[in-house]
Nanobody, 114 residues
Framework: VQLQASGRGLVQAGGSLRLSCAASGIFFRITAMGWYRQAPGKQRELVAD???????NYADSVKGRFTISRDNAKNTVYLQMDSLKPEDTAVYYCNVRTNVGVLWGQGTQVTVSS
């Protein structure tokens, strides 16, 4: 099982960044995919997730700025992040929920400078 994330980077406030996470080697049914983040000194929090049926859920802090999407055929989830703010700086973790458990990616750093 592998969750391969890409898109880490340093951007200025107001900029955009796109994260992607491809899941491979999973033989169970994927029910949802999403992204969490953890800033220094803070708990990990949900950013957004999307079910296999396309239902999305966003943290209030990112609504209207971030868009989550997925390609079921490729087991890939994307997070388009626009109008980034310094408070979006965190390590972002890909999350995959299956019918038997939860999988986590290694995390990718996103830094937004003011």
């Amino acid at each position: 099982v592998q969750l391969q994330a890409s898109g880490r980077g340093l951007v200025q406030a107001g900029g955009s960044l796109r994260l992607s996470c491809a899941a491979s080697g999973i033989f169970f049914r994927i029910t949802a995919m999403g992204w969490y983040r953890q800033a220094p000194g803070k708990q990990r929090e949900l950013v957004a997730d999307i079910t296999s049926g396309g239902t999305t859920n966003y943290a209030d802090s990112v609504k209207g700025r971030f868009t989550i999407s997925r390609d079921n055929a490729k087991n890939t989830v994307y997070l388009q992040m626009d109008s980034l703010k310094p408070e979006d700086t965190a390590v972002y973790y890909c999350n995959v929920r299956t019918n038997v458990g939860v999988l986590w990616g290694q995390g990718t750093q996103v830094t937004v400078s003011s």
